[in-house]
């Protein structure tokens, strides 16, 4: 599931504008997404070029999820969301 969480990281952070959505220190946007949303980290890696952590955050239940981007100047920043999140299965297969 590593591998295929940091394509499917990579593919959304190539893909989305830099900043998409609201910025905020980085502690306080996540204890937001624990409360509001009730989502928890379940994947991080370090962008192209070490500038910024990708974090994806999701609800147990695949309610929400959330990709976020921190800076190195401590704000996070939404870059995209949404629902019906689904966990990698290794009975999947590989893509074709």
Same mark, same amino acid.
């Given at each position: 599931?590593?591998?295929?969480?940091? &394509?499917?990281?990579?593919?959304? $952070?190539?893909? =989305?504008?830099? !900043?998409? /959505?609201?910025?905020?220190?980085?502690?306080? &946007?996540?204890?937001?997404?624990? $409360?509001?949303? =009730?989502?928890? !980290?379940? /994947?991080?890696g370090v962008a192209a070029g070490g500038h910024e952590a990708l974090e994806l955050w999701a609800r147990d239940d695949g309610g929400t999820w959330t990709l976020v981007a921190t800076r190195p100047d401590g704000f996070a920043c939404v870059l995209k969301s949404g629902k019906d999140w689904l966990p990698a299965s290794p009975l999947w297969g590989a893509p074709s």
């Open positions: 599931m590593g591998k295929l969480l940091a &394509l499917a990281l990579a593919v959304v $952070a190539w893909s =989305a504008p830099a !900043r998409a /959505g609201p910025c905020l220190p980085w502690a306080e &946007l996540t204890a937001k997404l624990q $409360a509001d949303f =009730a989502e928890q !980290r379940i /994947g991080l």
